[in-house]
């Protein structure tokens, strides 16, 4: 985990090999065990995250606690051809 403007955040960064995808599960699973949130919707949340894994470019993951939840965010082009890039929370999950 490291900090950022004082939130703690763990990364994942997933090659695009198909093999791997599965990855973006079990870090969700661990944070979802960490903050002590029920698994009611954690397949359909991986599912989704899942979804968002790149087959030509590796695809960089950011997991939070929030308050009594977990959050989990996608990097992404800022706009479309942008070098800038921001992220964007696609699954929450809370107790």
């Given at each position: 985990?490291?900090e950022d ?5 763990a990364?994942?960064r997933?090659p695009?090999d198909?093999e791997l ?7 969700l ?12 919707g954690?397949?359909?949340a ?7 894994h790149?087959a030509?470019?590796?695809?960089r993951?950011?997991?939070?606690l ?10 992404e082009?800022?706009?479309v ?8 929370t696609?699954?929450?999950l809370v107790?």
């Amino acid at each position: 985990m490291t900090e950022d403007h004082s939130q703690e955040y763990a990364y994942l960064r997933l090659p695009p090999d198909e093999e791997l995808r599965s990855c973006v599960g079990l870090v969700l699973a661990g944070m979802v065990a960490r903050a002590r949130v029920g698994v009611g919707g954690l397949e359909e949340a991986v599912e989704v995250l899942e979804g968002f894994h790149a087959a030509d470019t590796p695809t960089r993951f950011r997991f939070s606690l929030a308050g009594d939840g977990v959050l989990a965010e996608v990097e992404e082009p800022l706009d479309v051809g942008s070098a800038k890039m921001r992220w964007r929370t696609v699954v929450e999950l809370v107790s």
